[in-house]
């Protein structure tokens, strides 16, 4: 959660904040100094808000809040004078936090030489938003980029932050359905999205699509580190089922997504539980008293044919099963579009190392940041294992995993082999957790996989290993 800044006085900062409150943004707390208490509407929810009122302009009283770590300040006041003081205040306090300052006034040459050396101001010029708007009212005037077409949201710019699942990522590996990417700007740079582009931190994307599409990938480009299952969803769901499955097998299931439930930044643990047995297993389920672990039995329900259904409404972000439930079920859970972690014959809590295998780098490197992502907190090393019996050129996707690496503060183990198939290395490992891109061809039965070089096709030669299936956007 990050801490924002707001100093805020008169009309226009009265309704930035009335807007902000109905934002009902929960994701970072907002420090809010107003020396007129009039400007805050006492009807709204203050939730994630702290107020203080006093004048801005008084640097001992101004720093008593604002001295230690902030993301940004913004500074919205109708007063020029209090409005210079308050930004020099501020840079007293911190040369390199970001600042947002409203300007409605005519600077003199001393002001505009200072604001244009600060690398960390961003200034939001009232006089020529308004102008703009205006503008779009008279004949015969070209439109501006910020209200072209259907002015329904189909034109959106999103700043990449640092820790964003789209950092040093290529953008030919970035599936693009329904919207794509028109410019890239950085610094002053303009770069045209060509397939090799990397995406660096703090490049500003504009992007242009379905409206509704391109609200899910601003909130996926903001997403940031330590946020597995999402952005898939929140929740874990386990599939037991007590009438195909063995105590054993039901008592690891358990015991596998209690583990991942104490590691993984999920909200709440799902227990689906169909065709419930009088038993240990069962008494040890009706036994958890954490209000976030939901154990849900299905006494009725002659198959899973339900399950689906109920998967889309609870925001299911992982599912869990065991080996056999997995490969029997294939097509159901490739269907439901969500990563699926099938176990393997030892503990989650014994894996030491999580494992890609892969040819081609595209389709990895689409999901390597959901993939580090688990990884990390998991607390398990990583190894990417490329077979590279084409000799190809893999300078794209060793600077990609490299610099995601960096990213996660995580190293990236990177084996390349021109001749030795890794499967015949890792085939008698346990302790795996082995990534696989959970694509449409594994509902199929495949009796060629054996003689394919793809290395995602042979999959099953690694299935005593946990697996986590990653769907592939199509």
């Not at 924002?4 to 929960?26: H, M, P, T, V, Y």
């Not at 004078?81 to 306090?93: F, G, K, P, T, V």
């Not at 699509?209 to 940031?224: A, F, H, M, T, W």
């Not at 039995?297 to 409404?313: G, H, L, P, Q, T």
Request: overall charge negative.
């Amino acid at each position: 959660m990050k801490k924002i800044l707001i100093i805020a006085d008169g009309i226009l900062a009265k309704n930035f904040l009335s807007r902000l409150f109905e934002a009902k943004s929960n994701s970072h707390h907002y420090i809010i100094i107003a020396q007129n208490k009039e400007i805050i509407d006492t009807q709204m929810n203050f939730e994630n808000f702290s107020f203080y009122h006093f004048d801005p302009t008084s640097f001992s009283k101004l720093k008593s809040v604002a001295d230690g770590y902030f993301s940004q300040f913004c500074i919205i006041t109708q007063n020029k004078a209090d409005a210079l003081a308050s930004y020099e205040n501020l840079r007293r306090i911190s040369t390199k936090t970001e600042i947002v300052f409203m300007n409605i006034w005519e600077q003199d040459d001393a002001q505009d030489k200072i604001f244009s050396a600060d690398k960390h101001l961003s200034i939001v010029d009232v006089r020529d938003i308004a102008a703009s708007r205006l503008m779009d009212y008279l004949p015969d005037v070209p439109v501006l980029a910020d209200n072209i077409g259907l002015s329904e949201g189909e034109i959106m710019e999103v700043k990449v932050p640092i820790g964003s699942a789209y950092m040093y990522r290529h953008i030919n590996s970035i599936q693009q359905k329904k919207w794509r990417i028109a410019l890239v700007y950085r610094g002053s740079e303009i770069i045209l999205p060509k397939p090799s582009v990397m995406i660096h931190p703090n490049d500003t994307l504009l992007i242009v699509g379905d409206p509704n599409v391109l609200q899910n990938v601003y909130r996926s480009i903001k997403r940031e580190r330590g946020q597995f299952p999402n952005p898939f969803g929140s929740n874990i769901y386990t599939i037991i089922d007590m009438r195909v499955m063995s105590d054993k097998r039901i008592a690891k299931l358990i015991d596998d997504s209690l583990f991942l439930n104490s590691k993984l930044n999920n909200k709440r643990l799902i227990f689906k539980i169909l065709n419930p047995t009088l038993g240990e297993n069962l008494d040890r389920l009706k036994a958890i008293k954490d209000k976030n672990i939901i154990v849900l039995m299905d006494y009725f329900a002659r198959d899973n044919s339900n399950v689906k259904a109920e998967i889309a409404r609870a925001d299911v972000g992982l599912l869990v099963s065991d080996d056999e439930y997995f490969f029997k079920f294939q097509r159901l859970f490739y269907e439901t579009k969500i990563p699926v972690l099938k176990t393997g014959k030892i503990s989650l809590q014994n894996v030491r190392q999580g494992v890609i295998l892969g040819e081609q780098g595209e389709e990895i490197e689409n999901q390597s940041a959901v993939i580090m992502d688990c990884c990390t907190q998991l607390d398990i090393e990583m190894k990417f294992y490329y077979f590279d019996s084409k000799n190809s050129d893999t300078a794209e996707l060793s600077e990609h995993f490299e610099s995601i690496s960096n990213l996660f503060s995580k190293r990236i183990i990177i084996e390349n082999d021109e001749e030795k198939n890794p499967l015949i290395k890792l085939k008698g490992s346990d302790d795996l957790l082995h990534f696989v891109m959970f694509d449409e061809k594994f509902t199929h039965t495949d009796m060629f996989a054996f003689l394919s070089a793809d290395m995602n096709r042979l999959y099953k030669k690694l299935s005593g290993n946990s697996q986590l299936f990653v769907p592939t956007s199509e």
